[in-house]
């Protein structure tokens, strides 16, 4: 990776003698190869490679080159350092007005409709959907319908669990007769994931972990996306499964943030699914010390609604701690940050996804009996895990 961000200065340094026609692919690929590979646990130059490319975006604008695909490359780059920062929101932005055609017009009203769910903002998301469904009605592409109804569900999946649903399995329904596009893939894996995610709030682990692992099966190379399926599973695992199968999981999607620099969201809700695997192995202290760390890191990057699961998996800990005092705190916090965060929306927004939260948080605090138990209170066998690997922890260091 040190070799890519040499070789991408030198490719600025060159470009007055380069074709665009070369030096457009050549960004795409490298930051492409830097998502699909990953950087490594000592990698520090993301900032040096990323003003590389933007000045090779730039060179090619200069020169009346395509250059929205460009500003989308970068903006998934930036997603895995901070999906909330203003930076990403601005190369969408430039994604959106150097768009030369209803695709590319297209895909960045989407990406932009996604980073705003990222920041909680869901009616300015479903305005950017509006925008792209009329950019849609001059063509027919089975990819933008795919990624339009998914990411209209994304824009429900907080308030109103069911309408969420029902635009997944509308997406799902298109994707799966067009799944040899490969355009189609990866937003049908979206919406199998949000599904399973659905899936598992409604008290069906077996069925959500089915979709997570299909949904695998159709999502891209970017490691990231590995990442949040490890991470998913082992959400399951953690509370319906096997230690161990968890263990492997959470291990994995750990790997797979480090490695690829992963460091907004998703390690940060990482972090709250080892506690609730330290919870479950009965080491409390250490479920503490993890939510700690996790709860200091999301603030700093000013992430809410990361900040809000967080607080809920710490309350669920002081609880079982008997820590009354410190459950107290937590709830006065969390209403604080919820308030900050969600009162800007529309009332009847708000009071339907204060709601469903309060569902969600309900189900999250009840502590669930050792799976396997007898009794009157007994809960099912373990839900196993589909995915095929052997969850030996030795084979992640290969």
Known sequence: ???????????????????????????????????????????????????????????????GAPVSSHYLSAARFQAS??????????????AVATSRTVDEEAAALLTLAKYLVDVSDYDAARSALLRCSVAM???????????????LGMTYYFSEPETS???????????????TDRRVRQPLAMALHYLGRLSADGGEPAVAIRLFCEAEAFSDD??????????RIAEVLVDHGSLQEAEYHLEAAKRTFTI???????????????ARWFVRAGDLRSAVDTL???????????????ELILLAEMLRVQLKRRRIDAATLILARAGIVYLRSESVRGPAQFVRQALTVFRRAVRMLRTP???????????????????????DLSSLSD
């Not at 600025?12 to 026609?21: H, T, V």
């Not at 635009?167 to 298109?174: D, L, N, V, W």
Request: charged share 20%; with cysteine.
């Open 165 to 179: 649903r029902a635009h997944f399995e509308s997406a799902i329904t298109i994707g799966r007769n067009h799944s």
């Open 292 to 306: 700690q760390a996790a709860l200091q890191q999301s603030r700093r990057h000013g992430v809410p609604r990361v």
């Open 260 to 274: 690829v620099g992963e460091a907004s969201s998703g390690s940060h809700v990482l972090h709250g699914t080892w």
């Open 369 to 391: 009996q050792t799976v396997g138990t007898v009794g009157p209170e007994a809960r099912p066998l373990p839900v196993r895990c589909p995915c095929g690997a052997d969850h």
């Open 1 to 63: 990776m040190r070799k890519l961000v040499t070789l991408t200065g030198g490719v600025l340094f060159a470009a007055d003698r380069m074709e665009s026609s070369t030096i457009g692919p050549f960004v795409t690929l490298s930051i492409d190869t830097l998502l699909t590979v990953g950087a490594g646990t000592d990698f520090r130059d993301y900032e040096e490679f990323l003003a590389n490319a933007l000045d090779l975006i730039h060179v090619l604008a200069r020169r």
């Open 137 to 151: 009605s001059r063509v027919d592409e089975a990819h933008l319908r795919v990624d339009h109804a998914m990411t």
């Open 222 to 231: 970017y490691l990231t996306g590995h990442g949040y399926f490890h991470q």
């Open 81 to 94: 350092i901070a999906n909330g920062a203003a930076l990403r929101r601005y190369f969408i932005e430039q």
